[in-house]
């Protein structure tokens, strides 16, 4: 199963809103709402964002949204705020009854 | 509140099987969760390696499924990871973590993550 495809580097200023694309197949993304988004800074391990496309769980910032079209799924934050500049994976379920990640977006604050 | 804790050597022969155990503290880990383990090569992207339920019930990568068998310990609270066979290909920080409600939900929490390294 190939991984979900992302941008390698996405980048933007302070109080901008930046979005993170995901694009898989119908196997994948297009055919499950079972997209989940993942936070992880250096060193650190990843933290869950977004789960079920666009479901936020407690405690995560709604500056963070999550969407989907077809078989693209993408991330958006708002109010880009440094403390958001981090590594950004994407997962989802496939027909093949298994979990593929992206490969990570790397996303700069300027 | 959940935390989760990996365990197990650091470094691991060519060859030779890999064994790891997360350690699940402040919840049950016969509640209606699955547990997880999840791998990072140094520098790449996430790669999921398989999942358990406290029943006993596992579902692995197609990719890694000949080399790998996750077990639970309810008693302990634990579930392990062993992969077999390991190669440099195998060199990654694994990580545990608690999976939503069905198997490949999501994941949240995750452990701090165990750095192995496969070399002679």
């Known amino acids: 199963q190939s991984a979900l495809t992302q941008p390698a580097s996405v980048s933007g200023s302070p109080g901008q809103s930046i979005t993170i694309s995901c694009t898989g197949t119908?196997?994948?993304?297009?055919?499950?709402?079972?997209v989940s988004w993942y936070q992880q800074h250096p060193g650190k391990a990843p933290k869950l964002m977004i789960y079920?496309?666009?479901n936020r769980p407690s405690g995560v910032s709604n500056r963070f949204s999550g969407s989907k079209s077809g078989s693209t799924a993408s991330l958006t934050i708002s109010g880009l705020q440094a403390e958001d500049e981090a590594d950004y994976f994407c997962?989802?379920?496939?027909?093949?009854?298994?979990?593929?990640f992206g490969g990570g977006t790397k996303l700069t604050v300027l | 509140q959940v935390q989760l804790q990996e365990s197990g050597p650091g470094l691991v022969k060519p060859s030779e099987t890999l064994s790891l155990t997360c350690t699940v503290s402040g919840y049950s880990i016969s509640s209606v969760y699955y547990w997880g383990w999840i791998r990072q090569p140094p520098g790449k992207g996430l790669e999921w390696i398989g999942s358990?339920?406290?029943?006993?019930?596992?579902y692995y990568s197609p990719s890694l499924k000949s080399r790998v068998t996750i077990s639970v310990d309810t008693s302990k609270n634990q579930f392990s990871l062993k992969l077999s066979s390991v190669t440099a290909a195998d060199t990654a920080v694994y990580y545990c973590a608690r999976v939503g409600l069905l198997w490949f939900r999501w994941f949240d929490p995750w452990g701090q993550g165990t750095l192995v390294t496969v070399s002679s």
């Open positions: 079920d496309v666009s």
């Open positions: 119908s196997s994948d993304v297009g055919g499950y709402n079972y």
């Open positions: 358990i339920y406290h029943s006993g019930s596992t």
């Open positions: 997962s989802s379920y496939t027909s093949s009854s298994t979990l593929v």
